[in-house]
C-alpha cells in the first residue's frame, strides 16, 4: 500500500485548498481514510476521516464546517477540501489508512502518506 498526499502551498486567510491522497494497493486495506496535520512544535492531530462507520465523514470540531472528506473510488483518490483557511491551519497534512476503524487515532493507522505543507498567512 502506497499514499501519496499532493496539493499543499502557500495560501491567504480565507482561500481554499483542496488536498489530495492518492491510493494504490489493495483497497481493503485502506478501507478506512483519514486527514491528519503536525504543526510546528506539535503532536499530530486528526481531521478527518471517512470509511467504516462514518460514511459521510467525521471531523475534528476545529474543521467541521469547513474542511470536508471525499474518496473518489474511480481514482482511488481520497481528497481534503479545505475552506475558509485561518494562518492556524499551517501544519504538514498527511493522509492515513487502515483497514478498519479502530478509533479514530494515529495509533490505528498503518499506512502514511509522505505530508503536503499548507502554510496560510494572515
Known amino acids: 500500500v502506497q499514499l501519496q498526499a499532493s496539493g499543499g502551498g502557500l495560501v491567504q486567510a480565507g482561500a481554499s485548498l483542496r488536498l489530495s491522497c492518492a491510493v494504490s494497493?489493495?483497497?481493503?486495506?485502506?478501507?478506512?481514510m483519514g486527514w491528519f496535520r503536525q504543526a510546528p512544535g506539535k503532536e499530530r492531530e486528526f481531521l478527518a476521516g471517512?470509511?467504516?462507520?462514518?460514511?459521510?465523514?467525521y471531523y475534528r470540531d476545529s474543521v467541521k464546517g469547513r474542511f470536508t472528506i471525499s474518496r473518489d473510488n474511480t481514482k482511488n483518490t481520497v481528497y481534503l477540501q479545505m475552506n475558509s483557511l485561518k494562518p492556524e491551519d499551517t501544519a504538514v497534512y498527511y493522509c492515513?489508512?487502515?483497514?478498519?476503524?479502530?478509533?479514530?487515532?494515529?495509533?490505528?493507522?498503518?499506512?502514511w502518506g509522505q505530508g503536503t505543507l499548507v502554510t496560510v498567512s494572515s
Open positions: 492515513a489508512g487502515t483497514p478498519r476503524l479502530r478509533y479514530w487515532d494515529q495509533k490505528y493507522f498503518e499506512y
Open positions: 494497493g489493495p483497497t481493503s486495506s485502506t478501507a478506512v
Open positions: 471517512l470509511g467504516g462507520i462514518a460514511r459521510t465523514g
